[in-house]
């Protein structure tokens, strides 16, 4: 489903930051992968490399078989069959809930207004929300909000989930029901690659986990072998600082 | 002090100063007017707001003049108005003249050009003409102002060097020289070359007005492209991001997303300069433009009326710089956001 081979990444600003250096990894559909590691240590760079928001130096990343670092890639394409959540919601502030979850509907899918309406008020129903269809997101409580951002990816049918950070900034109070949503999501089988710090939600739900540090993967396994028995020094480290 | 009484004090402490302040404005408002006109009195100014009003609107008197030369044959009264029969050498015509205003008898001999009577008619003076062409020129100029404008600044803000690259030199080249000379270039040197071209070729010529709304547009187009590019750029990039991530295309991002948003914060800068250009239209009388100032100059050459006439365009151009400003504070209710 989505596979990186030898991607190398590396921003100039003040100094030369190595981001990431050498990263293969793979997903398999209906995984949930949950990829964590201490701040700067490229997880979040390596998620933004997959949909291109960020563009990958070098190495190939694939996903559903197509070359996205091939310049002839349509890469709208593949973003289309890609949702991603993020950090700070981004929510189109000057669309309500509901327009948030149609709009790509009818720009990009070229569903009728009334299609995308319907397809909307059911996945706002999923994610618990459906009373505030009309409400703009400044009205909303961030999770609120992230759970419209949730829904809002979910619209266009993705075959794969990125989430980065999706909890980051909410208040703690409302960081179990976007979790909540994003359990069912993985129950449901759909594939996910999430970007986390919820070590719970790592533990619970992971297929797999990946620890990244420095710009490289660290270490792959099933959360079993992650909590319980870590190999890599750095590994134990990271763990022993977090929890 | 018994209870419940409000002395001066308590007076001064409360409401006292704001009332006296606003006094104050007032009388300050009543001072300098006043001063104004004592000063117009001293140097024996006389003021004739009564001569005003023609140069917006007048009534014409309308002579009607025989085109012929000959008897008047007969004198057949309709309603309040005369049919005159003027009968001449083979031809004969029948001129309708109001009965009040009738110059002639039965009988007279006429001459071609003699005026056999007059009517009324209300025709629009110089000055409301003259507002009218500030208006037509600015309308133009601002809605051209805008095109240029926002194509300048989505390419001011490309990654293309050639689109950004064009971008920078026009905004420096147009916002580093006076708008005087803007003006003079457009009309002297662009205008020439093209009208000669335009003639070479068997066409008719452009009439100033058109170098005129040209020089104001791109004048404006250049500060209104900055207003674009900062307000896109104050748009936080999450929202490019989110809208990348559906599968939008850059231009659909831009147009469903950015620009929307983009344009509430633009609204307030934008309104500035397009009441910016109103004003600035008022150089466009040196390349012969009839516009609101140079009307005005006219009437004040053949009134002697300076005082009035100047307050009165000053007032017009405030007329229209509120009109819009209050436009656009409509517009900025509209868009505001769960308005």
């Known amino acids: 489903m989505v596979r990186a081979e030898n991607v190398y990444k590396t921003f100039y600003t003040t100094h030369k930051i190595e981001a990431l250096v050498d990263v293969s990894c793979r997903v398999d559909k209906g995984e949930v992968v949950v990829i964590i590691g201490p701040s700067g240590s490229g997880k979040s760079t390596i998620l933004r490399c997959l949909n291109m928001l960020e563009k990958a130096d070098e190495g190939h990343i694939y996903i559903d078989g197509v070359d996205i670092l091939d310049p002839k890639t349509n890469i709208n394409k593949v973003r289309e069959e890609m949702g991603m959540v993020f950090q700070s919601f981004n929510l189109f502030r000057h669309k309500t809930a509901l327009g948030n979850l149609t709009l790509a509907q009818t720009v990009v899918r070229k569903r009728s207004k009334k299609e995308a309406e319907e397809k909307a008020m059911v ?23 992230q759970r419209v951002a949730i829904a809002r990816a979910l619209a266009m049918n993705p075959k794969v989930m990125l989430f980065d950070e999706p909890t980051s900034a909410l208040d703690p109070e409302m960081i179990g ?25 790592a533990r619970e739900v992971a297929d797999r986990v990946i620890f990244m540090d420095e710009g490289q993967i660290v270490e792959v396994g099933t959360p079993e072998h992650f909590f319980k028995n870590p190999t890599h020094d750095r590994t134990k480290l990271f763990l022993s600082q977090i929890l | 002090m018994a209870e419940g009484s409000f002395s001066v004090t308590d007076y001064l402490r409360t409401r006292g100063w704001r009332h006296i302040s606003i006094f104050l404005f007032f009388l300050m408002i009543l001072a300098v007017i006043g001063g104004i006109y004592y000063a117009t009195q001293k140097v024996e100014y006389t003021w004739r707001w009564y001569r ?21 044959a007969s004198l057949v009264p309709k309603g309040d108005r005369v049919e ?70 989505l390419a001011r803000i490309s990654k293309n060097p050639a689109l950004r690259w064009t971008a920078i030199t026009y905004i420096e080249l147009v916002r580093g020289s006076p708008l005087l000379v803007q003006i003079f ?38 500060y209104v492209a900055e207003i674009v590019r900062a307000g896109i750029q104050s748009i936080h990039f999450g929202q490019m991001e989110a809208a990348r991530s559906l599968g939008m295309t850059y ?12 344009f509430r914060r633009i609204l307030p800068p934008l309104a500035g300069q397009f009441i910016s250009l109103i004003k600035d239209s008022s150089l466009l009388g040196i390349i012969a433009i009839r516009e609101l100032t140079k009307a005005t100059r006219e009437v004040v050459t053949s ?13 017009l151009y405030l007329v229209l710089t509120f009109s819009l400003s209050m436009f656009v504070q409509y517009l900025e209710r509209r868009t505001a956001i769960g308005g």
């Open chain 2, 303 to 315: 009134s002697l009326q300076p005082f009035e006439l100047w307050f009165v365009c000053a007032i």
């Open chain 2, 251 to 262: 231009p659909q991002s831009m147009h469903y997303i950015i620009l929307p948003q983009a």
């Open chain 2, 52 to 72: 005003i009003p023609q140069y917006f609107y007048y009534h014409d008197r309308v002579e009607i003049r025989a085109e012929i030369g000959g008897d008047v």
């Open chain 1, 177 to 201: 029901e976007v979790l909540d949503v994003m359990k069912t999501l993985a129950l449901e089988g759909m594939t996910m690659i999430v970007v986390t710090h919820e070590m719970g939600f």
């Open chain 2, 185 to 222: 270039i457009w009309y002297f040197v662009l205008g020439t070359m093209f009208n000669t071209l335009l003639a070479q070729n068997g066409m008719g010529q452009l009439s100033p007005l058109w170098y005129g709304v040209a020089a104001l547009a791109v004048f404006a187009g250049a």
């Open chain 2, 84 to 153: 005159v029969k003027v009968r001449g050498a083979d031809v004969e015509e029948v001129y309708s003249v109001p009965a009040d205003s009738l110059r002639v008898s039965e009988g007279d001999y006429i001459y071609p050009g003699d005026i056999l009577g007059s009517y009324q008619q209300w025709k629009v003076g110089i000055l409301l003409k003259g507002l009218w062409v500030t208006l037509e020129v600015s309308i133009i100029a601002v809605f051209l102002g805008i095109v240029i404008g926002l194509f300048t600044g």
């Open chain 1, 123 to 145: 996945l706002l129903e999923k994610v618990g929300i459906p009373d505030k269809a009309d409400s703009y997101p400044d009205n909303l409580s961030g999770g609120q909000q």
